[in-house]
């Protein structure tokens, strides 16, 4: 069982940024693909973004692309998601994911997940 920690989620004004970082503190992530995927309270889970094990190849949802970047630090296991320019309907739990070696929309990571960490975009 691979355990993924999540922090970095907080309040913030429409117009800030956040940066979430996820760390396996007793594993490697190399092999792994990572991702973050997020639910917003009575909304469906949305796959937010995901970095392959190579970290070569990325993606991004429709409504995060050009604010959100995805990032990893294979030595600190450890993968980021940097969020600028949020806006109110980023509101949600955030989750990162991990799994496989790809990452396309179609092929989510998602054999691991973490416990989630929220973020509040609100005036």
């Known amino acids: 069982q691979l355990r993924l920690v999540e922090s970095g989620g907080g309040l913030v004004q429409p117009g800030g940024s956040l940066r979430l970082a996820c760390a396996a503190p007793?594993?490697?992530?190399?092999?792994?693909?990572l991702g973050w995927f997020r639910q917003a309270p009575g909304k469906e889970r949305e796959k937010v973004s995901c970095?392959?094990?190579?970290?070569?190849?990325?993606y991004y949802s429709d409504s995060v692309k050009g604010r959100f970047s995805i990032s990893r630090d294979d030595a600190k296991s450890t993968v980021y998601l940097q969020m600028n320019n949020l806006k109110p309907e980023d509101t949600a739990d955030y989750y990162c994911?991990?799994?496989?070696?790809?990452?396309?929309?179609?092929?989510?990571?998602?054999?691991?997940r973490g416990q989630g960490t929220q973020v509040t975009v609100a005036t």
């Open positions: 994911v991990a799994g496989g070696i790809w990452c396309a929309e179609h092929a989510f990571p998602e054999d691991f």
């Open positions: 007793d594993a490697t992530l190399t092999n792994y693909a």
């Open positions: 970095i392959g094990s190579r970290g070569e190849t990325t």
